[in-house]
């Protein structure tokens, strides 16, 4: 599975974004996908994973209720809304396919080559 991560920007506090990640590939639906950001000097951190068929989410706490991930099968794309934007979540974000549903980085098998976020104070 090859990934193509997209809509990254920059953005003032309070603003939205809409990431988006495209998958190659007939097996798409088959895998957790999941969005992950990573700061300047931190690590990579889990954001938010999708079930297979989309049913389930789950987010980290600090992005909960500002940030909604979904995916459509029918065009092998995962996105995530991001509102509410705040300075703190200013990172590059990867998606990422993998085969289980965790929150840990080496869990994801395949991964997109990230988008830039800036969320501007």
């Known amino acids: 599975v090859q990934l193509q991560a997209s809509g990254g920007g920059l953005v003032q506090a309070g603003g939205s974004l809409r990431l988006s990640c495209a998958a190659s590939?007939?097996?798409?639906?088959?895998?957790?996908m999941g969005w992950f950001r990573q700061a300047p000097g931190k690590e990579r951190e889990f954001v938010s994973r999708?079930?297979?068929?989309?049913?389930?989410?789950y987010y980290t706490d600090s992005v909960k209720g500002r940030f909604t991930i979904s995916r459509d099968n029918a065009k092998n794309t995962v996105y995530l809304q991001m509102n509410l934007l705040k300075p703190e979540d200013s990172a590059v974000y990867y998606c990422?396919?993998?085969?289980?549903?965790?929150?840990?980085?080496?869990?994801?098998?395949?991964w997109g080559q990230g988008t830039q976020v800036t969320v501007s104070s």
């Open positions: 990422a396919a993998g085969g289980s549903h965790s929150t840990l980085v080496s869990r994801y098998n395949y």
């Open positions: 999708i079930s297979e068929t989309g049913y389930h989410a």
């Open positions: 590939g007939r097996t798409f639906s088959r895998y957790v």
